[in-house]
């Protein structure tokens, strides 16, 4: 008996426990040089290129014209503190919306993108 006890108050400790796993990769590096392109219209904003952790590197995102996901919409570009990556994502009166890179492929990227937040 004092054996299963012994057991449930060690599994119920593991149960609580919270584990973190992370991959250090530094900092990224300066971000390339480009000259920015003309907008396509007036309702873009520009974006400029970033680097991003891609498993233990780092990825350059060159700089892109998109429109916001919803009007009043700003951009927060991604940042490096030293230890940790924050990724870029916009936010507002409608909420914070996070960047997907599977967007890319698309010239609206963002926009429009606000009904995926229900989704989730």
Do not use: C, N
């Amino acid at each position: 008996m004092r054996k299963l006890l012994v057991l449930l108050v060690l599994a119920t400790g593991v149960g609580l426990a919270q584990v973190s796993i992370g991959i250090r990769i530094g900092p990224p590096p300066p971000p390339r040089v480009y000259a920015v392109p003309q907008s396509p219209g007036p309702d873009f904003v520009w974006i400029d290129g970033y680097w991003y952790p891609d498993g233990h590197k780092y990825k350059w995102h060159a700089g892109y014209w998109t429109r916001p996901p919803y009007g009043g919409a700003r951009w927060v570009g991604p940042r490096h503190d030293g230890e940790r990556f924050f990724d870029g994502y916009w936010d507002g009166d409608h909420g914070r919306r996070d960047h997907d890179h599977h967007w890319d492929h698309d010239h609206d990227r963002d926009y429009g993108r606000d009904h995926d937040r229900d989704r989730h």
